[in-house]
């Protein structure tokens, strides 16, 4: 059973373009949820989306980042017009049910660089 | 909100010997987890332990261990027979009915010969 997918691990992108991530859950797993780790800092959340559903998006900046899991294919974080405060390590997890006592499995993570 | 608080930036401990990573935390939820994470160099994060917070006895994995103390809000990781595979950034972390995890600011530990 493979585990948490993301591609690409390492993406570079320039002030003003688009940068698209993508995480697929383990097999079997209908919650996604999308940390970001800035440098020499913690994880923090950001959205838990489940199946064509955003749960939660209280971590989201209000601007430039959307996410969706569609009902076929993987989990998409997008970031519009990036700019290089966004540079950071954007992690993905999944799980089987969205109850507090569902272990997350974490992703290898993408570092985003922004020129 | 649920809030984590890890006071020990960075931490050093010699090979074969035990050493105790501090955290506390905050929540209004009777309901909730704990978590240890492992952050290597590699950057993948490793689940090394959690705590059911219903649950009284502290949890054990092999050489890990936590000290899990409910009313004063604290939640120590104890590492035994530390070894150098240990070195890695450490991260408390709690978890409750909003299912997002909450993340302490890490632990650097480096154990050495």
């Known amino acids: 059973n493979a585990g948490v997918m993301q591609n690409p691990r390492h993406l570079v992108r320039r002030r003003g373009q688009e940068a698209r991530l993508r995480c697929s859950p383990m097999k079997g797993h209908s919650h996604v949820y999308w940390y970001r780790q800035l440098p020499e800092e913690g994880l923090k959340f950001m959205v838990y989306l489940q199946k064509e559903n955003i749960i939660d998006e209280s971590g989201m900046p209000k601007e430039r980042f959307s996410a969706e899991f569609p009902k076929e294919g993987p989990s998409i974080l997008r970031i519009q017009q990036v700019v290089r405060g966004d540079s950071a390590a954007y992690f993905c997890?999944?799980?089987?049910?969205?109850?507090?006592?569902?272990?997350?499995?974490f992703g290898p993570g993408t570092r985003l660089t922004v020129l | 909100a649920q809030t984590v608080t890890q006071s020990q930036p960075e931490m050093s401990v010699q090979e074969a010997e035990t050493v105790t990573l501090s955290c506390t935390y905050d929540?209004?939820?009777?309901?909730?987890?704990l978590f240890w994470y492992k952050q290597p160099p590699s950057r993948q994060m490793i689940l090394v332990i959690r705590?059911?917070?219903?649950?009284?006895q502290n949890a054990t994995e092999n050489r890990f261990s936590v000290n899990f103390q409910k009313a004063a809000k604290s939640f120590s990781l104890k590492i035994s027979d530390s070894q150098l595979g240990d070195t890695a950034m450490y991260f408390c972390?709690?978890?409750?009915?909003?299912?997002?995890?909450?993340f302490g600011t890490g632990t650097r530990l480096q154990v050495t010969l």
């Open positions: 929540t209004s939820e009777n309901n909730y987890y």
């Open positions: 705590q059911e917070a219903y649950k009284q």
């Open positions: 972390a709690i978890t409750g009915t909003a299912s997002k995890l909450t």
């Open positions: 997890a999944s799980s089987p049910g969205g109850t507090v006592n569902n272990e997350q499995f």
